[in-house]
């Protein structure tokens, strides 16, 4: 319980910093840098390093990449229904189809189910949600904007990305035993994901973005924390017959909100920028009370 107060407390210092001024207008960019270059390789360093090879470990990466195919075609076809603008329909695929299985997943994963699910928390992120976003991701960005990325351009991105670097480092030592030194010193830099990263997506919170977006928003994260976890369970333990906590993680991860990264990208890509801070910001919070459900459903 105390781990998610402490994320409470955390995006409700964000908010509330932003929005009496003061904090500089950088900082969400700033704690994002460090996030993404010290606190995620320092956890991915850690975690994978205790990983235990399994077959369930095959079901957990290729989660994200069914949640990105069911989001493309529900969002192609919302798109066609009710003649929706391509940029709308190009933010809604990049935040409706990727969750935030990391600065917000990781997070919820340890409040919920211990530090010890963490592990299967950063299989589903990195082997499946940073894949995803690095390729398919990348891709999408480019048709609803100006073009198609190269595939120089793609690789590019997941080679240099620190977290996947980290992700190599760390399935290379497996064998090895760390020093002594080590484990302490990437158990501290990793603490620091939580209350960053929820601090860092309150600072970014803006109401004056909800004009007529509403209705945008609400398919949008309708269909991201309620009907494609809904179908990925249904997919997962119904059809596939799949059970123990590394599946019950996944399907927890399927539940996360849109993904920030996914939204900095539509952003910096300029697909209807507005919607696609409100689908990251907006789910975040109903996350707080979706996410407790379904961790009952599971």
């Known amino acids: 319980m105390h781990n998610l107060l402490l994320l409470i407390v955390c995006f409700t210092a964000g ?7 003061n ?3 950088s900082t969400p960019r700033v704690l994002n840098g460090f996030i993404i270059h010290v606190s995620l390789p320092a956890i991915t360093l850690l975690s994978i390093h205790e990983l235990t090879i399994s077959s369930d470990m095959l079901f957990m990466a290729a989660m994200p990449w069914i949640h990105f195919g069911l989001g493309a075609g529900f969002f192609l076809l919302l798109g066609r229904l009710f003649t929706l603008p391509r ?7 990049l935040t409706g189809s990727l969750g935030n299985t990391s600065f917000v997943g990781l997070p919820m994963i340890e ?3 211990g530090k010890e699910a963490l592990v299967n928390g950063i299989v589903v992120d990195q ?3 940073f894949m995803v976003l690095s390729t398919l991701g990348i891709i999408v960005a480019g048709i ?8 120089q351009d793609i690789l590019k991105r997941i080679v240099f990305f620190p977290p996947f670097i980290a992700l190599v480092i760390a399935l290379l030592l497996l064998p090895l035993e760390y020093p002594a030194w080590l484990t302490p010193v990437l158990q501290r830099l990793g603490d620091t994901l939580a209350p960053l990263a929820l601090f860092s ?7 004056g973005h909800f004009g007529g977006n509403v209705g945008n928003l609400a398919l949008g994260l309708g269909f991201k924390l309620l009907l494609a976890p809904l179908v990925l369970f249904l997919l997962y333990v119904k059809v596939f017959n799949l059970d123990g906590l590394p599946i019950t993680v996944t399907l927890f991860e399927a539940a996360m909100p849109p993904m920030i990264t996914a939204g900095i990208i539509a952003t910096e890509h300029g697909i209807n920028p507005p919607l696609a801070n409100l689908m990251v910001a907006v789910g975040i919070v109903l ?4 996410l407790p459900l379904w961790w009952m459903v599971l």
């Open 127 to 129: 082997l499946g949600s």
């Open 15 to 21: 908010v509330m910093l932003r929005r009496f001024g």
């Open 144 to 151: 609803y904007s100006d073009g198609l990325p190269s595939a």
């Open 23 to 25: 904090m500089p207008e």
């Open 111 to 113: 409040a919920f189910y």
């Open 201 to 207: 997506v309150g600072c970014q919170l803006n109401t």
């Open 287 to 290: 996350a707080f009370f979706t």
């Open 87 to 93: 940029t709308t329909v190009g933010a809604l695929m």
